[in-house]
């Protein structure tokens, strides 16, 4: 697989996605790492069409692709069992990503955590209401999953800053 070509997709075809493969992206993200493997993270998953549209309205800006999405994953974490439950978590979520990807699915990172809604309540509330989340679960993100609408081009050369990337120590730009 090509991670190069990987893009974040908001715009999705009117398709549900296959049983199977929702099954295939849960099964990767049950196993995905974690801090001393306490896996931390828990999910919901939504396909109801009603929710979906009521999540769009979860933050202010950058949600809305959720009305038309056929899937959504919200990613929550328990920082009783580590306080790496945000890493954690969002490897959880780029995994999420990049298995949809390798489905032939595309998939957008919604931000909630530390977001507000436009009438300035917390998006991580909103969402607990809206899904009877436990107050002991942390909602980090929302993955939106769908097949893709619209395409991008691949990444290639001209993208990558290679000035960022140090050899032995920092400053030391060469590798010889
Ligand atoms: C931590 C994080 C938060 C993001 N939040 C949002 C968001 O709330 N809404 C959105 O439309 N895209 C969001 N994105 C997607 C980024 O805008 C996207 O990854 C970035 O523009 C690079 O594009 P690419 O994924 O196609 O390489 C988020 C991505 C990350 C990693």
Request: hydrophobic share 35%; charged share 25%.
């Amino acid at each position: 697989m090509d991670f190069l070509s990987r893009r974040t997709i908001r715009k999705y075809r009117d398709v549900k996605i296959e049983n199977f493969k929702v099954n295939e992206i849960l099964r990767t993200a049950l196993v995905s790492p974690s801090g001393k493997n306490t896996q931390p993270y828990e999910f919901i998953v939504v396909e109801n069409k009603e929710v979906l549209k009521e999540l769009s309205t979860c933050k202010k800006m950058g949600a809305q692709m959720l009305e038309n999405a056929p899937l959504a994953i919200v990613v929550l974490g328990n920082p009783k069992l580590t306080d790496t439950w945000i890493e954690d978590c969002s490897i959880v979520s780029t995994i999420i990503q990049l298995k949809s990807y390798e489905l032939g699915l595309g998939s957008c990172w919604i931000q909630t955590y530390g977001r507000f809604t436009s009438e300035g309540v917390s998006s991580e509330e909103y969402i607990r209401n809206l899904l009877n989340i436990p107050e002991n679960l942390h909602v980090l993100n929302i993955v939106s999953i769908g097949y893709p609408a619209e395409s991008k081009r691949s990444y290639s050369d001209e993208d990558m800053d290679f000035s960022k990337v140090n050899y032995d120590k920092y400053g030391k730009k060469d590798n010889k």
